[in-house]
């Protein structure tokens, strides 16, 4: 639950991660000055989109995403939020094909891309679990497209990605003439000495000194982190 919204997902189905959480807590982290109208790409079953809509409350949220199944949980959780709550629409279609020109640029944009090639690794049975592990629709590059075509000036775009695919991240970015402009690092566990997550920013004009942050999700003994407990205070995540 995020407060009194709830997540539906399937048993033995795609399942809210860290990926998500952590997407979402950056963007509201870093929120912008002005948000309006926000964007999340390929939405899933809304945890990103339920999460940023709760905490920031914008005037109109937008998720965009293929696949049925997910589409349908999603709109089983919209449905169900009080009058009260953000003006919260979802498409079921392939954001690539998507026509942004029918709406009105979005301050704020958000993506949980897949991180795999079909090719490198055993692909899960379920079709829904695949789609959000394998690059089924295209990976990061296709994200950047799509938020460049639905970003208005001076709108941020927040992704999460491997951090070991930071070079293939600011290469997508750059072909969209996006910069860096934050960039959260996440260990997994205490005891690890590298990042395993990372959730970037890109903006639309050069900045001097990216924001960067650092947190770890657990403890060298597999408890949750002071800290981690802290993001999922701050995003009403129960």
Known sequence: MIGDWHIY????GHRTSTDDLI?????VHRRPQTLTRYLDLGCGIGSVLLMVSHKLRPAEAVGVEAQPQSVLMARRAVEELP???SKIQLHQSDFRHFDWSAHPGFDLVTGSPPYFPLDTGVLPNDEQR???RFEARGGVEAYF??????????????LVFQTKGLDRVVAAASAH???LGGQADFLMRRDRALPFLSVFEFVQRPVAEPHRVVCCVREADGSNSDEYMQIRRELGVT
């Open 83 to 85: 009058a009260h709550s």
């Open 130 to 132: 695949r789609a959000c």
């Open 145 to 158: 497209a799509a938020a460049t075509a639905a970003m208005r000036d001076g709108a941020r775009f927040y």
């Open 23 to 27: 997407t979402a807590w950056y963007a």
């Open 9 to 12: 997902q399937r048993r033995g």
């Open 177 to 179: 003439a996006l910069h």
